[in-house]
């Protein structure tokens, strides 16, 4: 798009005082019951091999849940009952451990489905009718298209496939992608050509032509997404899948030795004490977790409506330090709009007033529509009856427009065409004119000036809205270490008044397309990761030069194509949003990491001097929670490593709450939290659960 | 503790307060390439060298060729060394006609030294000619500390430069180094030690009448007379603490009285061990222009160091109550030091002796002046966590420092995610290749020392080796091998080393921790010098605040503490828990 294009979903006669852009939520329930049953029936399900090795901290936890089982059967015959008890107990709760783990999945994946299901209604199979070289329509099933086909869409029927209109205009229902309800303008040429699959013609005749082959567009990526069926490790996450990876080797090291270690000290350990340990140490309430959090981050982006093409595109969004914002749509209207009337000295303000809305009431611009709602609600002027009365249009000669009724001429436009108008008609022009026009001029606002008959009433105020909220949100984009930057095509007076407004860090005024890409260019390789907005082919280099682009759903392929995130709301305040995901992401495995590893310390002043108690009795002076006994604290420990899965699964899939902070102030609160939880939480619960559960039950 | 205990500890401190800045910002201006202090002295040296070697002083490499070069340079110097000793009985220089020695030892020798260890299974004084203390190890004591010096640069330079290639000169690193740094400040320090009567002459083994002997005018009685051997040991002294070696040319090492003859020598050799990995810090901090970052570095090293001295010294000064309980005091009087003194020599008492545990164990130089095995199980535990922790508080003469910061990377990696940031170190982005290297770093040592003390305890021919039973014999080979994989080299004590065994088995462990270690290190500073440096804003973490350095000494504290638990619980703590300490 240029620089200044307004999007199409921007209804018309905003009035100031309206929220940022209603957004359409997908969010479902956390814990909904038919969710919950089919990811107990798929922790099951999960168990299968081929599944397991996908995750390898939980694989190990696996093999040993096998081979434990295996010698507790052949050992069983010949132990006491209470060893049976005890060592029963433990692979029960190895076993535990692995379908927790796989129940984290299963609910990430199973509230992925539950939105997919929404989703897939609308990739019914439809009939297309393809449009032959020669003119002649044949019916064809939309699953056997091919690039390049072009199809007749009429009214009532289902788009058959991504595609682009290339003759025609019409109203389309996106609602089964976008969930807003009002129907869009798709038509052919310029920059809201795209269509997409399974939305609905309400209105006229379109030729489209399929730019996706079936199984492969926009719905079906968007449902393999969230099923996470096509999900694969981000850069990130395989970073941190070597690091715990690692741990856990050094463990299976730790581990095995140890029994070397023991043995010389007489305390030889059996081999079901020591796969606990091992799973004790591995950072299993991680590993448990990584792929859900994976997967309930790309949920999260789906919930606020933008569909990533990669799960990298995510994580890159959390990355972000510049945000380059076009002006128009992101972070004002977008049209100009009346703010105030500011009549002439010795003008009263309401006839000023009431010129203006005559003059504007058949003026259907948004401007002319600003102004009638303006005089109506500030002055409670009724809307004036237009009998007898003849219009006169606003032309690029005149360069005004207004209305003659009852004798008298009212006109309203740019200062010297009205001003010319008015001595042309007898009349002068005011001294006090100049005063009141021009600074509404050098703050960036148009000045509109009234007159009637020959004597001039005042000027509109009409000005560029900045969306309430948004100064709020660029100082939050500030706390975030994230510098924001407007692009307008704007003179630089306007601008620097716009950017002042809003908040934002810079500007780029009278900005070409070129001069964007120039200074994503400059951006980067001062070191910053930039996003940007667009939905206009001419926007296409940009978003693929930007580290995060995203484009709008309105835009063209080639926009979408281009960028690396699609907001289906076309709302491009989300971009801020988009970032914060991303960072969500990001806080939730490091808050889990740390968790999971400073959980160790306990476990171990837990295991170790259980393990060694026969020799070393004296070594229970570490255990300081004083438990009933060595076999009632190992076993609380691993019941304790298991259940802690289950506790966390919300926190994986809510994502850790992000607040606009600082790093310094953020990496605080979160070691204080989950590092210093983390040391301290296992000793309350392992203690709890030898209290309340392993005592009781008589382990010894 | 006496007045020279506490005299001997802030001593140490206040040197290395000073020497830190002086010499990191010295080092810094070595490493940057450019004009140094110094060039008209050392440049035609240089250049001379760059000649006969056919250097090109000013081409750089990439990490492979690095590695290569370094990998080739140690290799044949620790060939040469081997040959020394298979061939020393035949070379001049052995005035007191040693004979060759044998191959097993002359291997685990060659190895030790060429790996910056210096572990000792031989007494120097009755093996080494002194052309072989010169030649084959004293050579050594230099490049093996240059390499690690050169190294470090490496990687400070793979930190500061952007999307380039090379990491330096090997060749030119590690003459500057030699030339600049090692030769010039253990020539100054040679002539100090020889100043305070440790010996530098080619004498042969010389037999004198003890005062004992002297006192009771039996001077022909053979059990009063002693002999003393000869030797350059001056030299040898100060290059041996310099580049965090600790081969002593004696095998009593810093506690014979020739090699180390008093508190003042024994505060000065502790000071030289400790002042180039102290001071790389610093030069860090120069060269990344970021002193705060430097300060994160430092403070970590020197936080934990103190620790450690917190932990040791009060232990060994309050005494082993076993030795209460048999009825002798280690009360301190007037006549008396006191403390913990089995295995500690009168001049050093206690706490001078723990003192130099905890420095020779926290850099990586292994100098004993007393019987670690003597300690109390804490006490001794303490030289040997220190080991464990992977030899960066401070570490050996550059490996300390880029050790500590790959647990930096690793602190970076986990605080990163954390702030919700892609993980970025100095606006370098850490990924899943660089996290795989560090984590090769971090693994190899404990997998080194675990397996290889698992294998000791239960093979027989190794465990015979074994002097004491129960948790105290298990330290001794915990201790062994954490010693030889860490590239420390002190010795517990109590272990006979010198067997077939122990000889090829430590030698690997040297081996690996040396070159396993180095490989990921320096594809590491590959990774690193490749990558664009991103912008620092607000949202990016801190790395050079306190809480990060908490932050990292925690990582640090954690996965060691998490790796050796199960080690340290069947040993020292064991040991101290039921053995009534």
Same mark, same amino acid.
């Given at each position: 798009?240029?620089?200044?294009?307004?999007?199409?979903?921007?209804?018309?006669?905003?009035?100031?005082?309206?929220?940022?852009?209603? $957004?359409?939520?997908?969010?479902?329930?956390?814990?909904? $019951?038919?969710?919950?049953?089919?990811?107990?029936?798929?922790?099951?399900?999960?168990?299968?091999?081929?599944?397991?090795?996908?995750?390898?901290?939980?694989?190990?936890?696996?093999?040993?849940?096998?081979?434990?089982?295996?010698?507790?059967?052949?050992?069983?015959?010949?132990?006491?009952?209470?060893?049976?008890?005890?060592?029963?107990?433990?692979?029960?709760?190895?076993?535990?451990?692995?379908?927790?783990?796989?129940?984290?999945?299963?609910?990430?994946?199973?509230?992925?489905?539950?939105?997919?299901?929404?989703?897939?209604?609308?990739?019914?199979?439809?009939?297309?009718?393809?449009?032959?070289?020669?003119?002649?329509?044949?019916?064809?099933?939309?699953?056997?298209?091919?690039?390049?086909?072009?199809?007749?869409?009429?009214?009532?029927?289902?788009?058959?496939?991504?595609?682009?209109?290339?003759?025609?205009?019409?109203?389309?229902?996106?609602?089964?992608?976008?969930?807003?309800?009002?129907?869009?303008?798709?038509?052919?040429?310029?920059?809201?050509?795209?269509?997409?699959?399974?939305?609905?013609?309400?209105?006229?005749?379109?030729?489209?032509?399929?730019?996706?082959?079936?199984?492969?567009?926009?719905?079906?990526?968007?449902?393999?997404?969230?099923?996470?069926?096509?999900?694969?490790?981000?850069?990130?996450?395989?970073?941190?899948?070597?690091?715990?990876?690692?741990?856990?080797?050094?463990?299976?090291?730790?581990?095995?030795?140890?029994?070397?270690?023991?043995?010389?000290?007489?305390?030889?350990?059996?081999?079901?004490?020591?796969?606990?340990?091992?799973?004790?140490?591995?950072?299993?309430?991680?590993?448990?977790?990584?792929?859900?959090?994976?997967?309930?981050?790309?949920?999260?982006?789906?919930?606020?409506?933008?569909?990533?093409?990669?799960?990298?595109?995510?994580?890159?969004?959390?990355?972000?330090?510049?945000?380059?914002?076009?002006?128009?749509?992101?972070?004002?209207?977008?049209?100009?709009?009346?703010?105030?009337?500011?009549?002439?000295?010795?003008?009263?303000?309401?006839?000023?007033?009431?010129?203006?809305?005559?003059?504007?009431?058949?003026?259907?611009?948004?401007?002319?529509?600003?102004?009638?709602?303006?005089?109506?609600?500030?002055?409670?002027?009724?809307?004036?009856?237009?009998?007898?009365?003849?219009?006169?249009?606003?032309?690029?000669?005149?360069?005004?427009?207004?209305?003659?009724?009852?004798?008298?001429?009212?006109?309203?436009?740019?200062?010297?065409?009205?001003?010319?108008?008015?001595?042309?008609?007898?009349?002068?022009?005011?001294?006090?004119?100049?005063?009141?026009?021009?600074?509404?001029?050098?703050?960036?606002?148009?000045?509109?000036?009234?007159?009637?008959?020959?004597?001039?009433?005042?000027?509109?105020?009409?000005?560029?809205?900045?969306?309430?909220?948004?100064?709020?949100?660029?100082?939050?984009?500030?706390?975030?270490?994230?510098?924001?930057?407007?692009?307008?095509?704007?003179?630089?007076?306007?601008?620097?008044?716009?950017?002042?407004?809003?908040?934002?860090?810079?500007?780029?005024?009278?900005?070409?397309?070129?001069?964007?890409?120039?200074?994503?260019?400059?951006?980067?390789?001062?070191?910053?990761?930039?996003?940007?907005?667009?939905?206009?082919?001419?926007?296409?280099?940009?978003?693929?030069?930007?580290?995060?682009?995203?484009?709008?759903?309105?835009?063209?392929?080639?926009?979408?194509?281009?960028?690396?995130?699609?907001?289906?709301?076309?709302?491009?305040?989300?971009?801020?949003?988009?970032?914060?995901?991303?960072?969500?992401?990001?806080?939730?495995?490091?808050?889990?990491?740390?968790?999971?590893?400073?959980?160790?310390?306990?476990?171990?002043?837990?295991?170790?001097?259980?393990?060694?108690?026969?020799?070393?009795?004296?070594?229970?002076?570490?255990?300081?929670?004083?438990?009933?006994?060595?076999?009632?604290?190992?076993?609380?420990?691993?019941?304790?490593?298991?259940?802690?899965?289950?506790?966390?699964?919300?926190?994986?899939?809510?994502?850790?709450?992000?607040?606009?902070?600082?790093?310094?102030?953020?990496?605080?609160?979160?070691?204080?939290?989950?590092?210093?939880?983390?040391?301290?939480?296992?000793?309350?619960?392992?203690?709890?659960?030898?209290?309340?559960?392993?005592?009781?039950?008589?382990?010894? | 503790?006496?007045?020279?205990?506490?005299?001997?500890?802030?001593?140490?401190?206040?040197?290395?307060?000073?020497?830190?800045?002086?010499?990191?910002?010295?080092?810094?201006?070595?490493?940057?390439?450019?004009?140094?202090?110094?060039?008209?002295?050392?440049?035609?040296?240089?250049?001379?060298?760059?000649?006969?070697?056919?250097?090109?002083?000013?081409?750089?490499?990439?990490?492979?060729?690095?590695?290569?070069?370094?990998?080739?340079?140690?290799?044949?110097?620790?060939?040469?060394?081997?040959?020394?000793?298979?061939?020393?009985?035949?070379?001049?220089?052995?005035?007191?006609?040693?004979?060759?020695?044998?191959?097993?030892?002359?291997?685990?020798?060659?190895?030790?030294?060429?790996?910056?260890?210096?572990?000792?299974?031989?007494?120097?004084?009755?093996?080494?000619?002194?052309?072989?203390?010169?030649?084959?190890?004293?050579?050594?004591?230099?490049?093996?500390?240059?390499?690690?010096?050169?190294?470090?640069?490496?990687?400070?330079?793979?930190?500061?430069?952007?999307?380039?290639?090379?990491?330096?000169?090997?060749?030119?690193?590690?003459?500057?180094?030699?030339?600049?740094?090692?030769?010039?400040?253990?020539?100054?320090?040679?002539?100090?030690?020889?100043?305070?009567?440790?010996?530098?002459?080619?004498?042969?083994?010389?037999?004198?009448?003890?005062?004992?002997?002297?006192?009771?005018?039996? *001077?022909?009685?053979?059990?009063?007379?002693?002999?003393?051997?000869?030797?350059?040991?001056?030299?040898?002294?100060?290059?041996?603490?310099?580049?965090?070696?600790?081969?002593?040319?004696?095998?009593?090492?810093?506690?014979?009285?020739?090699?180390?003859?008093?508190?003042?020598?024994?505060?000065?050799?502790?000071?030289?061990?400790?002042?180039?990995?102290?001071?790389?810090?610093?030069?860090?901090?120069?060269?990344?222009?970021?002193?705060?970052?430097?300060?994160?570095?430092?403070?970590?090293?020197?936080?934990?160091?103190?620790?450690?001295?917190?932990?040791?010294?009060?232990?060994?000064?309050?005494?082993?109550?076993?030795?209460?309980?048999?009825?002798?005091?280690?009360?301190?009087?007037?006549?008396?030091?006191?403390?913990?003194?089995?295995?500690?020599?009168?001049?050093?008492?206690?706490?001078?002796?723990?003192?130099?545990?905890?420095?020779?164990?926290?850099?990586?130089?292994?100098?004993?002046?007393?019987?670690?095995?003597?300690?109390?199980?804490?006490?001794?535990?303490?030289?040997?966590?220190?080991?464990?922790?992977?030899?960066?508080?401070?570490?050996?003469?550059?490996?300390?420092?880029?050790?500590?910061?790959?647990?930096?990377?690793?602190?970076?990696?986990?605080?990163?995610?954390?702030?919700?940031?892609?993980?970025?170190?100095?606006?370098?982005?850490?990924?899943?290749?660089?996290?795989?290297?560090?984590?090769?770093?971090?693994?190899?040592?404990?997998?080194?020392?675990?397996?290889?003390?698992?294998?000791?305890?239960?093979?027989?021919?190794?465990?015979?080796?074994?002097?004491?039973?129960?948790?105290?014999?298990?330290?001794?080979?915990?201790?062994?091998? *954490?010693?030889?994989?860490?590239?420390?080299?002190?010795?517990?004590?109590?272990?006979?080393?010198?067997?077939?065994?122990?000889?090829?088995?430590?030698?690997?462990?040297?081996?690996?921790?040396?070159?396993?270690?180095?490989?990921?290190?320096?594809?590491?500073?590959?990774?690193?010098?490749?990558?664009?440096?991103?912008?620092?804003?607000?949202?990016?973490?801190?790395?050079?605040?306190?809480?990060?350095?908490?932050?990292?000494?925690?990582?640090?504290?954690?996965?060691?503490?998490?790796?050796?638990?199960?080690?340290?619980?069947?040993?020292?703590?064991?040991?101290?828990?039921?053995?009534?300490?």
């Amino acid at each position: 798009m240029s620089v200044e294009a307004s999007t199409i979903s921007t209804p018309p006669a905003l009035r100031p005082d309206e929220h940022l852009p209603h $957004r359409h939520e997908r969010s479902i329930k956390l814990f909904r $019951r038919d969710i919950i049953v089919k990811a107990i029936a798929d922790s099951f399900v999960k168990l299968d091999p081929r599944v397991m090795l996908r995750k390898p901290i939980i694989f190990i936890v696996y093999v040993g849940s096998i081979w434990t089982t295996v010698l507790f059967l052949r050992d069983a015959w010949h132990s006491s009952a209470t060893y049976n008890i005890f060592s029963g107990l433990v692979v029960l709760f190895l076993w535990f451990t692995v379908l927790f783990a796989n129940f984290a999945d299963a609910m990430a994946e199973g509230r992925g489905k539950a939105q997919a299901a929404s989703l897939r209604k609308t990739r019914q199979e439809t009939v297309a009718h393809l449009l032959r070289p020669d003119g002649t329509l044949v019916d064809r099933p939309s699953t056997k298209l091919s690039i390049g086909d072009r199809c007749v869409v009429a009214v009532g029927e289902a788009i058959p496939g991504d595609g682009d209109v290339v003759e025609g205009m019409a109203l389309v229902d996106e609602s089964t992608i976008t969930g807003e309800s009002a129907p869009v303008i798709r038509e052919s040429g310029g920059d809201r050509s795209a269509v997409t699959g399974g939305t609905r013609v309400l209105s006229d005749r379109i030729v489209v032509q399929i730019t996706s082959a079936a199984g492969e567009t926009f719905l079906d990526r968007m449902i393999g997404l969230v099923e996470g069926a096509v999900r694969q490790k981000t850069p990130n996450e395989r970073a941190l899948t070597v690091v715990l990876a690692s741990l856990t080797l050094i463990f299976v090291i730790a581990v095995a030795t140890f029994q070397a270690f023991a043995t010389y000290s007489g305390a030889h350990q059996s081999i079901i004490v020591l796969v606990a340990l091992l799973v004790l140490l591995a950072p299993t309430t991680i590993g448990a977790l990584l792929s859900a959090i994976g997967i309930a981050g790309m949920d999260r982006m789906v919930q606020h409506n933008v569909l990533a093409t990669s799960g990298r595109a995510v994580e890159a969004a959390g990355d972000v330090t510049t945000l380059l914002l076009d002006k128009t749509g992101t972070i004002t209207y977008g049209n100009r709009m009346a703010t105030e009337f500011l009549p002439l000295p010795g003008v009263d303000e309401a006839r000023l007033a009431r010129a203006a809305l005559l003059s504007s009431v058949a003026d259907s611009t948004p401007e002319g529509r600003s102004i009638v709602a303006l005089a109506e609600r500030r002055y409670h002027l009724p809307t004036p009856t237009l009998d007898g009365a003849e219009l006169v249009e606003f032309t690029a000669q005149t360069r005004m427009s207004g209305i003659d009724r009852n004798g008298t001429s009212i006109r309203k436009g740019a200062s010297d065409a009205v001003s010319r108008w008015v001595t042309q008609r007898g009349g002068g022009v005011p001294q006090g004119l100049d005063d009141v026009v021009e600074p509404i001029a050098r703050s960036g606002g148009t000045p509109l000036v009234v007159a009637e008959g020959s004597e001039v009433l005042g000027v509109i105020h009409l000005k560029d809205t900045v969306k309430p909220g948004i100064a709020t949100r660029m100082a939050e984009m500030r706390k975030l270490g994230i510098r924001t930057v407007m692009i307008t095509g704007d003179n630089p007076l306007t601008a620097a008044a716009i950017a002042a407004e809003a908040g934002v860090d810079e500007y780029m005024a009278e900005a070409t397309p070129e001069d964007k890409m120039r200074r994503i260019r400059d951006e980067q390789a001062g070191g910053y990761l930039v996003a940007m907005t667009g939905d206009g082919t001419n926007d296409a280099p940009a978003l693929a030069l930007a580290d995060v682009g995203v484009a709008m759903n309105t835009g063209t392929q080639a926009a979408k194509e281009a960028g690396n995130l699609v907001d289906l709301d076309s709302d491009p305040t989300k971009l801020m949003d988009i970032v914060e995901v991303g960072k969500q992401l990001l806080v939730t495995r490091g808050a889990l990491t740390t968790f999971s590893i400073c959980n160790d310390v306990a476990k171990y002043f837990v295991a170790i001097p259980a393990m060694l108690n026969g020799v070393f009795p004296a070594l229970g002076v570490i255990d300081i929670l004083h438990l009933h006994n060595p076999h009632s604290a190992i076993l609380s420990a691993v019941i304790f490593n298991a259940i802690i899965i289950m506790f966390m699964i919300p926190l994986a899939l809510r994502g850790v709450k992000i607040k606009a902070m600082g790093a310094t102030a953020r990496l605080r609160q979160n070691l204080l939290i989950y590092g210093v939880g983390g040391l301290l939480t296992p000793f309350v619960l392992i203690k709890l659960i030898d209290l309340l559960v392993v005592g009781p039950l008589g382990v010894h | 503790m006496t007045v020279t205990d506490w005299l001997e500890v802030l001593s140490l401190l206040v040197l290395l307060a000073i020497s830190t800045p002086l010499l990191g910002n010295y080092m810094a201006r070595v490493y940057a390439n450019g004009p140094a202090p110094g060039d008209r002295v050392f440049l035609p040296v240089e250049n001379f060298v760059y000649r006969i070697c056919r250097i090109d002083p000013k081409s750089e490499q990439r990490w492979r060729t690095y590695l290569v070069s370094m990998l080739v340079w140690t290799l044949v110097g620790g060939l040469l060394t081997y040959l020394v000793l298979r061939v020393q009985g035949s070379l001049p220089g052995n005035p007191d006609h040693l004979p060759n020695v044998p191959e097993a030892l002359s291997f685990n020798t060659a190895i030790s030294f060429m790996t910056n260890t210096n572990w000792q299974n031989y007494a120097g004084e009755s093996t080494m000619s002194q052309l072989s203390q010169m030649l084959g190890l004293v050579w050594h004591q230099f490049i093996s500390a240059a390499v690690g010096m050169a190294l470090a640069a490496a990687f400070i330079r793979a930190l500061i430069r952007q999307r380039q290639n090379t990491l330096g000169n090997f060749w030119v690193d590690t003459i500057r180094s030699s030339t600049r740094i090692l030769l010039p400040i253990s020539f100054v320090f040679a002539i100090v030690f020889m100043s305070q009567g440790v010996i530098e002459n080619f004498n042969s083994t010389t037999s004198v009448t003890t005062v004992a002997a002297q006192a009771t005018h039996q *001077t022909s009685n053979p059990a009063l007379q002693q002999q003393v051997p000869g030797g350059p040991v001056a030299g040898m002294a100060a290059i041996e603490a310099l580049g965090d070696n600790g081969g002593g040319y004696f095998n009593a090492n810093y506690a014979a009285p020739n090699e180390n003859p008093s508190p003042v020598t024994n505060v000065l050799l502790l000071w030289l061990m400790a002042m180039i990995p102290f001071g790389f810090g610093w030069t860090f901090g120069r060269m990344a222009r970021s002193m705060r970052q430097a300060g994160v570095v430092l403070g970590v090293m020197t936080a934990l160091f103190l620790v450690s001295l917190a932990f040791v010294v009060p232990l060994e000064a309050a005494g082993n109550p076993h030795i209460t309980t048999a009825g002798v005091s280690q009360a301190e009087t007037a006549a008396n030091v006191g403390g913990n003194l089995e295995g500690k020599d009168l001049r050093f008492g206690a706490a001078g002796s723990a003192l130099n545990a905890a420095t020779i164990t926290g850099t990586s130089t292994g100098g004993v002046n007393s019987a670690i095995e003597s300690y109390t199980p804490i006490g001794g535990a303490v030289p040997l966590f220190n080991m464990m922790l992977g030899e960066v508080i401070p570490g050996g003469t550059g490996t300390g420092l880029y050790g500590l910061l790959i647990f930096v990377l690793i602190a970076v990696f986990i605080a990163g995610l954390m702030v919700g940031r892609t993980p970025m170190y100095l606006g370098k982005q850490i990924l899943a290749s660089d996290m795989k290297l560090a984590a090769i770093y971090i693994l190899v040592l404990p997998a080194t020392v675990l397996v290889l003390a698992a294998i000791s305890i239960l093979v027989p021919a190794a465990s015979a080796s074994i002097s004491t039973s129960g948790p105290h014999g298990l330290t001794e080979v915990v201790y062994a091998y *954490t010693s030889a994989a860490h590239n420390n080299g002190s010795a517990f004590g109590g272990l006979s080393g010198n067997t077939t065994w122990y000889n090829v088995t430590l030698a690997i462990a040297m081996w690996a921790g040396r070159v396993f270690e180095i490989i990921p290190a320096l594809a590491l500073a590959g990774s690193l010098v490749r990558k664009r440096t991103y912008a620092v804003t607000s949202g990016t973490l801190r790395t050079d605040t306190p809480l990060f350095a908490v932050m990292v000494a925690g990582v640090v504290l954690i996965l060691v503490g998490l790796t050796y638990f199960p080690a340290l619980a069947t040993g020292p703590l064991a040991e101290h828990f039921s053995g009534g300490f």
